[in-house]
């Protein structure tokens, strides 16, 4: 099974500033990624699939990038609403598998 | 519009069994694969089963499987979770989601707004 690893578990950030949160898979996984936000007791909502690519309606505020076995998520020019937890999440080979999220504060 | 409507949670008791359903609207249902995750409480996600678009293949984490089945009426536009031998740490809240492109696997784009199911002890 296909471990992933998130860094950091959590961050505290301030309003404008860019984060990147990083994952690691335990083998090679090409580009087989998926990020998503999460807010308190909401929904998983999609942000990036293929390690890179938007999902739709999803703002260029978001970044993705990797292949193999390290990826990362970038977020710029955070605001409030980007308060949340972030997951990454493997499909390269079945069980699928989420890292275990970082939850980003905005200060 | 796509919407993923899940239902059947509640409060069960140890070793008893629930039917989880995930009720689909806005697109072809019979044309995608669909997911259950979980998160139980203060927890992260947890991949827990997957089946294709046809119900011809189905896989499941280590965790459930044996225990839990995934199945799907395309007639009905339903997707099912069945859990049996429930034990405590079955209890989160359990979310449908769906594949990105017919027939393939892999992608999530649309989640449900997930059911409760608490398992007591």
């Known amino acids: 099974d296909i471990q992933m690893t998130q860094s950091p578990p959590s961050l505290s950030a301030s309003v404008g500033d860019r984060v990147t949160i990083t994952c690691r898979a335990s083998?090679?996984?090409?580009?087989?990624l998926g990020w998503f936000q999460q807010k308190p007791g909401k929904a998983p909502k999609s942000l990036i699939y293929g390690a890179s690519s938007l999902q739709s309606g999803v703002p260029s505020k978001f970044n993705g990038r990797g292949s193999g076995t390290e990826f990362t998520l970038t977020i710029s020019s955070l605001q409030p609403e980007d308060s949340a937890t972030y997951y990454c999440q493997q499909y390269n080979s079945f069980p699928y598998s989420f890292g275990q999220g970082t939850k980003l504060e905005i200060k | 519009q796509v919407q993923l409507v899940e239902s059947g949670g509640g409060v069960v008791r140890r070793g008893g069994s629930v039917r989880l359903s995930c009720a689909a609207s806005g697109f072809t249902f019979s044309s995608y694969g669909m997911n259950w995750v979980r998160q139980a409480p203060g927890k992260g996600l947890e991949w827990v089963a997957f089946?294709?678009?046809?119900?011809?293949?189905?896989y499941y984490a280590g965790s459930v499987r044996g225990q839990f089945t995934i199945s799907r009426d395309n007639s009905k536009d339903t997707l099912y979770l069945q859990m049996n031998n429930l034990r405590p740490d079955d209890t989160a809240v359990y979310y449908c989601a769906k594949i990105m492109w017919p027939v393939v696997r892999g992608v999530f784009d649309y989640w449900g707004q997930g059911t409760l199911v608490t398992v007591s002890s």
């Open positions: 089946i294709s678009y046809d119900g011809n293949n189905r």
């Open positions: 083998q090679g996984i090409s580009n087989s």
